[in-house]
């Protein structure tokens, strides 16, 4: 963005002039009228800055008052002319491209009624965006086959059109201002598009899904990713040749279960039948120790769950045979004590 020009009261009321000017000798035009001067919106932009700097300053020093007022609709009315002034121009634009390449594609042995315009006269950013016009149409032209509907079967024993770069210049371009060549303008010229190509448009999940065929049997789709189990081939065991070695046979694996070694004495025979004799005894009574009978001091309004999982309500005076566990967890807490026979 280039930096804003600094205008004096007398410029401004230059530029406003010309605006005003400009707005009411375009309205009736459907062509885009020649502009004051080359710089014209730039200057514009100066003008609307300067109102903006001096309403920013009455405001900042507390002066409000009816000059204050009538600056601010100063700038709301050279704003409203510009915007108006702007788009009017810009339909202008849009008009005229199209119209002088649908008629030069349509019948390119006539002398064409719209005269070129000027761009000497012409803002820079208008030119800009009159040739963004063309290359839109000449695109457009191309895509729909413009010359094949115009000139049907000619079109297509005539070579194709070449297309140029964008920003080729014609001959007439380099002429003064109002020369020309010739008393006819020059031809359109073809630019090449400099758009990127549209992008493939992505299938949707769901409607692949949908275009995808059915199973017909809907028991070979579930077993379709099953895999057959594969057979087991039996091995033949051969018996062991009479002629081998008999040293074979030691070292072959013997069938019987292997002891384990111990590094204690075996103990001797009365020994090993009094530990057998002994160990129901001792089993049966970790078995009674597993249970503690224990005299309920208080009574619980809820029941407790057991190791079982089982409720297990308390009252006072109860007596009970619980876990270990369970029977120390009662004592420690005061709610219980032993009471062993």
Same mark, same amino acid.
């Given at each position: 963005?280039?930096?804003?020009?600094?205008?004096?009261?007398?410029?401004?009321?230059?530029?406003?002039?010309?605006?005003?000017?400009?707005?009411?000798?375009?309205?009736?035009?459907?062509?885009?009228?020649?502009?004051? /001067?080359?710089?014209?919106?730039?200057?514009?932009?100066?003008?609307?800055?300067?109102?903006?700097?001096?309403?920013?300053?009455?405001? /900042?020093?507390?002066?409000?008052?009816?000059?204050?007022?009538?600056?601010?609709?100063?700038?709301?009315?050279?704003?409203?002319?510009?915007?108006?002034?702007?788009?009017? /121009?810009?339909?202008?634009?849009?008009?005229?491209?199209?119209?002088?390449?649908?008629?030069?594609?349509?019948?390119?042995?006539?002398?064409?009624?719209?005269?070129?315009?000027?761009?000497?006269?012409?803002?820079?950013?208008?030119?800009?965006?009159?040739?963004?016009?063309?290359?839109?149409?000449? /695109?457009?032209?191309?895509?729909?086959?413009?010359?094949?509907?115009?000139?049907?079967?000619?079109?297509?024993?005539?070579?194709?059109?070449?297309?140029?770069?964008?920003?080729?210049?014609?001959?007439?371009?380099?002429?003064?201002?109002?020369?020309?060549?010739?008393?006819?303008?020059?031809?359109?010229?073809?630019?090449?598009?400099?758009?990127?190509?549209?992008?493939?448009?992505?299938?949707?999940?769901?409607?692949?899904?949908? @275009?995808?065929?059915?199973?017909?049997?809907?028991?070979?789709?579930?077993?379709?990713?099953?895999?057959?189990?594969?057979?087991?081939?039996?091995?033949?065991?051969?018996?062991?040749?009479?002629?081998?070695?008999?040293?074979?046979?030691?070292?072959? =694996?013997?069938?019987?279960?292997?002891?384990?070694?111990?590094?204690?004495?075996?103990?001797?025979?009365?020994?090993?039948?009094?530990?057998?004799?002994?160990? =129901?005894?001792?089993?049966?009574?970790?078995?009674?120790?597993?249970?503690?009978?224990?005299?309920?001091?208080?009574?619980?309004?809820?029941?407790?769950?057991?190791?079982?999982?089982?409720?297990?309500?308390?009252?006072?005076?109860?007596?009970?045979?619980?876990?270990?566990?369970?029977? @120390?967890?009662?004592?420690?807490?005061?709610?219980?004590?032993?009471?062993?026979?």
């Amino acid at each position: 963005m280039t930096s804003v020009r600094n205008l004096d009261s007398a410029q401004a009321q230059e530029i406003e002039e010309q605006l005003f000017t400009t707005h009411r000798q375009q309205l009736p035009r459907h062509v885009p009228i020649p502009l004051p /001067r080359q710089d014209f919106w730039e200057m514009v932009r100066a003008l609307l800055s300067k109102l903006d700097l001096e309403i920013q300053d009455m405001v /900042r020093k507390g002066s409000i008052d009816m000059r204050l007022q009538n600056l601010q609709k100063r700038q709301t009315n050279i704003r409203r002319i510009a915007s108006e002034l702007a788009r009017k /121009r810009m339909v202008a634009m849009m008009q005229h491209a199209a119209t002088q390449s649908l008629r030069s594609g349509g019948q390119p042995g006539l002398v064409q009624e719209l005269p070129s315009l000027e761009w000497q006269r012409h803002d820079p950013a208008e030119k800009a965006f009159y040739h963004a016009l063309q290359l839109n149409v000449d /695109r457009f032209k191309k895509e729909i086959d413009w010359q094949g509907m115009q000139q049907g079967i000619l079109s297509e024993l005539r070579g194709p059109t070449s297309a140029y770069a964008p920003g080729t210049m014609q001959l007439d371009d380099y002429m003064g201002e109002g020369e020309r060549l010739s008393a006819q303008p020059p031809p359109d010229l073809a630019f090449e598009d400099e758009l990127p190509p549209l992008q493939e448009t992505q299938d949707d999940e769901e409607e692949r899904l949908l @275009a995808e065929p059915d199973w017909a049997d809907e028991e070979a789709y579930l077993m379709a990713d099953i895999q057959e189990p594969q057979e087991v081939q039996p091995v033949e065991v051969r018996a062991p040749a009479a002629s081998k070695h008999g040293a074979a046979m030691e070292l072959a =694996p013997s069938t019987k279960p292997i002891e384990q070694i111990s590094d204690e004495p075996p103990l001797p025979i009365h020994d090993v039948q009094e530990q057998k004799e002994a160990t =129901p005894a001792e089993s049966g009574s970790e078995v009674a120790k597993e249970n503690v009978r224990v005299r309920i001091l208080e009574t619980l309004d809820e029941p407790i769950i057991d190791e079982q999982g089982d409720e297990l309500s308390l009252e006072a005076g109860d007596i009970h045979f619980l876990e270990e566990e369970t029977a @120390a967890w009662l004592i420690d807490v005061g709610v219980a004590e032993r009471a062993e026979l």
